[in-house]
């Protein structure tokens, strides 16, 4: 029986090209051509993507091909096509072995543990040899009085032709409009024009932002340690500063974090021809941000951190949204809410505002009252019954074809066995036995899977849901908002919450969207019955439970919620 191969392919973006890939799937295709055996069976790529990170599309496509069974082997031009990473290759590695899946590179064969010890210790030497020699290089450049990288608001890029033809990049010069924009910002805070002030100037006139988008405050003011923002930037005043920031990546996420170094190994090169700023109108502006900052109390010694002394998380955090744009909403003042593009940019015409408890009890009050009605489980619960039973008949046919085939390979290992034992004995029968072997523990482990139980759901489950609700509202209230456990309880029972002005001009309206599937489970008092293994991997039912009830609340009357679409 012939072997599924799955070919890897991945380039990244340093000097490379969109052909890199097909070149290298070129030559996996010839590879799988010419040996005996093998079928192409699935290709899984990632362009311009690092390879000291697992978080690619293709790479996590092919890990899920994987754990499905949906291939015998897997191709790559060479090892560090897959991951440049140590623990990431040998992970998965360990992994492939454990799903019965051989990997095979052109450049080394077939993979073995050996080859994961030394070619993932070399793999990782060559980024941290890359990454010296690109800190060398941009120091070098740096001390030139070139970009290091990165092009800030106010420049443009000046190429330079060279005496052989070739092009010198890294110059920069002024970008006159921009310019003019800078100077009115600094001249702007002078006068006492806040930040805020001066990004909704600047976008109810329709001029761009950097990179095109829309003004914020914050990158007017940027941050005061960190030396960044418009009005912090010493390259306006000819004075190149690298090296405030280093670059890291998270293991358990992948993404990039950045990290402060210290202010001695900063790197200051004059660069007069880049300045925007005369000195006195920069002196100014520098002197009323110290003043702002003083008068914050951020410059005490004995303050406590910010993320020492920050409250709980509040219930709708990161779940509050403009109705009118799209925004989030922002904290106006101490206690009230409204739309962050219309009160920080002018972007928006929402100027409509809440008070944040007063915004939370309408939540926690449509959760308990409206959006669990006894019609609309009762008509989820015949939909997830016909749904689960479809799966369920799906998944036993799946199961009585593994176990056809199942026995197909044990009577061929039994023959093979057979001439073993009167004699007959050759490589071909070897590689034969060992294939159908391997074939075999597969459909073994995927048929000792037990079959998931469709969960028992309760006939009353609304009014389950709803006690629920009042018993972790009074535990809310109790704990005056400290209780976390509570808090995420209830933050899992809301997907968003959209705040806007009311029809025709009428009080603000609040249109709640609650996670249908949550509350399924706050009801069934078990949060395990509702995200199975098969729940979660297939997509018609995770479909049935991201469905969602919305209601509209009027701001100031929470007793005429009435309920708009259940999914």
């Known amino acids: 029986m012939p072997q599924r191969v799955a070919i890897y392919a991945r380039y990244s973006s340093d000097n490379q090209r969109d052909a890199s890939i097909e070149d290298q799937i070129r030559l996996c295709r010839q590879r799988i051509a010419a040996t005996e055996g093998w079928e192409l069976e699935q290709v899984y790529r990632d362009a311009a993507i690092s390879g000291a990170s697992t978080q690619r599309p293709g790479y996590q496509a092919m890990l ?116 003019a924009i800078v100077r009115r910002i600094f001249r702007g805070f002078a006068e006492g024009l806040s930040p805020i002030a001066i990004a909704k100037q600047l976008n109810q006139e329709g001029i761009p932002g950097p990179d095109g988008r829309p003004w914020q405050d914050t990158a007017i003011r940027g941050h005061a340690e960190r030396a960044t923002g418009i009005l912090r930037n010493e390259l306006y005043i000819g004075r190149l500063v690298w090296n405030r920031m280093r670059y890291m990546k998270d293991p358990s996420t992948g993404k990039r974090v ?72 922002s904290a106006v003042g101490r206690d009230y809410l409204a739309c962050g593009g219309a009160r920080k940019r002018g972007t928006c015409g929402n100027s409509a505002s809440i008070r944040r408890s007063q915004l939370e009890a309408a939540v926690i009050e449509a959760l308990r009252a409206n959006l669990m009605a006894p019609e609309d489980v009762h008509d989820f619960v015949k939909e997830f019954t016909a749904e689960w039973n479809r799966l369920a008949a799906e998944s036993n046919a799946g199961r009585a074809h593994d176990q056809t085939r199942l026995a197909t390979f044990q009577r061929k290992i039994d023959k093979i066995i057979e001439a073993v034992m009167d004699g007959f004995r050759t490589e071909e029968m070897k590689q034969q036995l060992e294939a159908l072997s391997q074939q075999k523990a597969q459909l073994l482990a995927r048929l000792s899977a037990p079959a998931v139980k469709a969960p028992s759901i309760h006939p009353n489950l609304a009014e389950l849901y709803r006690q629920r609700v009042e018993t972790l509202q009074s535990e809310l209230a109790t704990s005056n908002g400290s209780n976390s456990a509570v808090l995420e309880a209830l933050r899992d029972l809301v997907e968003r919450v959209d705040f806007g002005p009311g029809a025709e001009g009428g009080e603000p309206e609040i249109i709640l969207t609650g996670a249908l599937s949550a509350m399924v489970r706050l009801g069934l008092g078990d949060k395990a019955a509702l995200s199975t293994p098969s729940v979660a991997r297939d997509g018609a039912v995770s479909d049935l439970f991201a469905c969602s009830v919305k209601v509209v609340a009027g701001a100031r009357n929470n007793r005429e919620l009435t309920l708009v679409a259940p999914c």
């Open 64 to 179: 899920d091909g994987a754990r499905e069974g949906g291939f015998d082997i897997i191709l790559a031009e060479a090892l560090d096509r897959l991951s440049r990473d140590q623990e990431d290759i040998a992970g998965l590695y360990k992994r492939l072995k454990f799903a019965g899946i051989t990997l095979f590179t052109l450049a080394e064969g077939e993979i073995s543990e050996l080859h994961i010890g030394l070619k993932g210790t070399m793999n990782a030497l060559f980024l941290k040899d890359l990454a010296e020699k690109t800190r060398r290089g941009q120091l070098g450049r740096v001390a030139a009085g070139k970009s290091a990288g990165g092009l800030c608001y106010g420049y443009k890029l000046a190429p330079k032709i060279i005496g052989d033809g070739m092009i010198e990049r890294g110059d920069r010069r002024i970008d006159d409009a921009e310019a």
């Open 258 to 329: 950045s990290r402060m170094n210290p202010r001695e190994q900063w790197v200051t090169e004059e660069v007069p021809s880049l300045r925007i700023i005369d000195q006195e109108l920069w002196n100014q502006v520098q002197h009323r941000l110290a003043g702002i900052r003083e008068a914050s109390g951020a410059n005490d010694p004995d303050r406590p951190k910010y993320w020492e002394t920050r409250r709980a998380r509040h219930l709708l955090t990161g779940k509050l949204f403009c109705a009118s744009c799209g925004g989030h909403l």
